[in-house]
């Protein structure tokens, strides 16, 4: 038999598996939030004052007895002002509410950012991240909302563009129809009314150059990616280190997100931190699936250019991953024993390999054109270590008795 008991914020009845019980009264966990921001408490962490709980922040300041006596007399209103503990006031508070197909999500536009992630103020960004990373990661709306919010605060609150505002440890939302707040806390259905009435706004870029898109992505949105996309985004947008949106939703392991952002032909770029979106995926899934779609993508457009001139293209795979393609030419004899050899090449040239062969620097094709070497190469007619035209023998002492199959690596 199990037991249950009433929970005391909701009234309904709460299993010991789904409650937590402080102070012999029992909460369900979901309701076990603080009364101000609604972030998640623990019973080693939280509040109860008067009825109500509080995290550490939001926790009512005590009034003493002496600081009763002062506030009594009007003549000592200055003296009370400029001895208060509590810090300045924001402002008033409003709640957001907004639903989706499977939860409620109430976000007040009071917010204490560094105390949801567990931070202070000149944290590293990289630790920022991390911390961001761990908490984003959960099942509730409800908590990524807080959390991707708060993050967007901590990233931006210093720009002259801020919709917010700071006093002490809190910080608050100015406007709650900005569509930064909005996309934030991924409110879908208010962001999509906005971005209807003006279409301008979605290529919107912030103070470090993300999208919308971006923000959506990195939250671990689905459906508020999905509108962005859905309304015609810019997909392939960076914002200033050359991230993704892409980039973003691998690095903190949204594979949902990734596999709709693929599916709308984003590309796999590199940023300034010279690392793609596979190499900066949180799991190995993340970057198998980029990975896959690269040389799918890549196979389609190989197809294209050489139709007809090669009648096989088949995955190469690497310790159990596919990391290219192989094209074989047609009428090969299958009989010869291939040896893999890799060589780089753009896109554009692979139908001519294929027709041609490797061709050295100074040869001239069928067609009479001449191969010119890329201008970070070797050039033409230069002597180096006492070989003249180095760039063109060097090629035939290197290729000689070797036959290729062109591949494609991404």
Known sequence: MFTQSTCCACGRKAFPIESVAVNSKTYHKACFLCSTCKISLSPSNHHLVAGKLFCQVHRPTAVTSTTAAIRSSPADTRSVASTATTPPVLGPAETVT?????????????????????????????????????????????????????????????????????????????????????????????????????????????????????????????????????????????????SSALHCAAYYGHEPVVELLLSYGIQDTINTFGNTAAAEARTQRIKCLITKYNVDASAQTIASITRGISNCISHVAHKGEVVGLSLRVANTIEKMKWKTAWHGTKMKYTASILQNGLVASGDKLPNGKAVKPPSNHFALNTRINGIDNWAHPIYHLCMSSVLFRACHVQ
């Not at 991240?129 to 909302?145: C, G, H, M, P, W």
């Not at 967007?152 to 720009?159: A, G, P, Q, S, W």
């Not at 934030?184 to 962001?191: E, R």
């Not at 870029?205 to 671990?220: E, M, N």
Request: net charge positive.
């Open 98 to 242: 907004y639903k989706t197909s499977t939860a409620t999500v109430n976000i007040s536009t009071l917010q204490t950012p560094w105390s949801v992630l567990g931070v202070t103020p000149g944290t590293p960004i990289k630790q920022l991240k991390d911390a961001f990373y761990k908490l984003i990661n959960v099942e509730s709306r409800q908590t990524r909302a807080i959390v991707s919010l708060s993050y967007y605060i901590l990233l931006n609150v210093d720009l002259p563009s801020s919709k917010f505002s700071v006093s002490g440890c809190q910080a608050i939302c100015r406007d709650t129809g900005d569509i930064w707040f909005l996309c934030a806390i991924g409110h879908t259905a208010k962001l999509r009314e906005k971005l209807t009435q003006n279409p301008k706004q979605l290529l919107a870029t912030d103070g470090h150059g993300c999208t919308l898109l971006y923000v959506a992505a990195r939250g671990g949105f689905y459906d508020t990616t999905e509108m962005l996309l859905k309304l015609k985004a810019h997909v392939n947008t960076t914002q200033h280190t050359k």
